[in-house]
């Protein structure tokens, strides 16, 4: 059974009062290649991208923990935390990618990524060691910007370059300040097991079906690990939930998927949910396991290295946690948080991040290279003098797109230059004049119809940027066919 590939409006969230709800603007969704040469097989007809609608987030009362944990109500009083995802169209889990590749196990729209959650508000304090790359902070400028809030102020990679500078040197790409992320990898789904809520049983996500994946995809930020005296489940100072619960159900009405996790905050609540008696905190992720076990192990550790320095720079990640309170954390409301979310590609690309990335949250805004949160003049005389300064001829060409990138490729075709500097000419402006007419007119019907990647004067006439030339963009051709702009 298939359904209509539809995008939805994020507010169609349908949530109380009591939550956080974050929204992302409708059909922003980018193709983002990451492989070399920036060709790798991707066929969005085939395979949806993944479309962030919105979030909602909040603490979490089940009526019965023990038998549905997505039934109940969102309350500040209750003792677990649920995080929703809306996705536009038919979203399913993923299968593996890295060990062998078979992303498409459950579906044809796998959704991978990370949503990273900062529950401290303290960028000082956790992050990602060993492949920021792969998370928001590796992977925001891809979209043509660098994020503009101040908790990413000099965080943010600007090229690939950034990734191999030392821990304590700016930009500061492993430190994004998150304690958890949920891990959308599909090896982790494949250790779980996958129980079929709603829905028949040949094992392929479809419309209006409802899974709960329990599998480890509810991680504490790997970079705490060599810090941490977590033990008793998965490697040394790890805290990775083997039985965490995450469902995927799509609305056949709306047409949008989402993706929930609830999680205990709790060891009281974790009992609850197993009916057992609550455990004391021992760092075991997997007996009893909450949001409190995990930062108070943190605690224990920051006072630990505080007393006996490890003379490693990335102990930094910790410390800050010596003085804090876990429990004065555990209302969500409190907790920031990033999306990095892709599609795998269609075939296996071992020159790539194995990822073809869609959507990010929060977006940075398009052209705004210095993360001011506006794109003018400042950024248009940075990106002149980049070009001035490291291109030739005018154009500074990018080694190894898109495994690599730079946050000058506004347009993200390779190269950085006249397109980039005057982020001009506009869509639909084949001939660089600054306006839209007849003569652009005619290029547009030699690129309708183009698919995947195309020249640039095509993807000036893509202006959903979904690799495809089609009606939906002939109509806002038209819209901008205003004749020339006046000056």
Not at 36 to 51: F, I, N, R, T
Request: glycine letters at 10%.
């Amino acid at each position: 059974m298939l359904c209509a590939y539809l995008l939805v409006a994020g507010a169609a969230v349908g949530h109380a009062q009591s939550e956080r709800v974050f929204h992302d603007p409708v059909e922003d969704a980018r193709i983002r290649r990451t492989d070399v040469g920036d060709d790798g097989p991707y066929d969005p007809l085939e395979h949806a991208p993944a479309e962030l609608t919105s979030i909602a987030l909040g603490a979490w009362a089940p009526l019965n923990p023990s038998r549905h944990l997505f039934e109940g109500r969102f309350d500040r009083q209750g003792g677990f935390v649920r995080l929703d995802l809306i996705l536009a169209g038919l979203m399913n889990p993923p299968g593996q990618v890295a060990k062998f590749f078979d992303p498409y196990a459950f579906g044809p729209n796998p959704v991978i990524g990370f949503v990273e959650i900062d529950v401290d508000a303290d960028v000082r304090t956790g992050g990602e060691l060993r492949s920021p790359m792969q998370r928001y902070l590796g992977a925001a400028a891809r979209f043509g910007g660098l994020p503009s809030e101040p908790r990413f102020h000099d965080r943010a990679a600007r090229w690939f370059e950034d990734f191999l500078l030392g821990f304590n040197e700016p930009p500061f790409t492993k430190r994004h300040g998150e304690e958890f992320h949920l891990d959308f990898v599909g090896e982790f789904v494949a250790d779980g097991s996958i129980l079929i809520i709603d829905g028949d049983d040949d094992r392929l996500f479809e419309c209006g079906e409802t899974w709960w994946v329990v599998a480890p995809l509810f991680h504490r930020a790997h970079g705490y690990e060599r810090y941490s005296f977590a033990s008793g489940c998965g490697r040394p100072g790890q805290y990775m939930p083997s039985e965490s619960v995450v469902q995927f159900s799509h609305d056949d009405n709306l047409n949008q998927t989402t993706i929930s996790l609830v999680f205990p905050l709790t060891n009281e609540a974790d009992a609850e949910r197993r009916n057992e008696t609550p455990q004391r905190n021992d760092g075991n992720a997997c007996n009893q396991s909450s949001v409190l076990e995990a930062l108070a192990d943190l605690v224990i550790g920051a006072q630990w290295y505080f007393e006996h320095p490890s003379g490693e720079p990335e102990e930094d990640i910790i410390l800050a946690w010596r003085d804090k309170n876990p429990r004065d954390h555990l209302d969500p409301h409190g907790w920031t948080l990033t999306a990095t979310l892709g599609v795998p590609y269609s075939r296996e690309d071992p020159d790539s991040l194995l990822v073809v990335y869609t959507d990010v949250f929060p977006n940075p805004v398009l052209g705004d290279v210095n993360g001011d949160g506006a794109s003018d003049e400042s950024d248009r005389a940075a990106t002149a003098e980049f070009v001035r300064l490291h291109g030739d001829g005018g154009t500074f060409t990018i080694r190894r797109f898109a495994y690599d990138f730079n946050v000058f490729d506004i347009n993200y075709d390779g190269a950085v230059d006249a397109f980039d500097v005057n982020q001009r000419p506009r869509p639909g402006d084949a001939d660089g004049d600054d306006d839209v007419d007849l003569f652009d007119a005619r290029a547009f019907w030699i690129c309708f119809g183009e698919q995947g990647p195309m020249p640039p004067p095509c993807r000036l006439m893509d202006f959903d940027q979904d690799e495809r030339i089609t009606l939906r963009d002939y109509r806002r051709f038209v819209q901008q066919m205003r004749g020339p702009r006046r000056r």
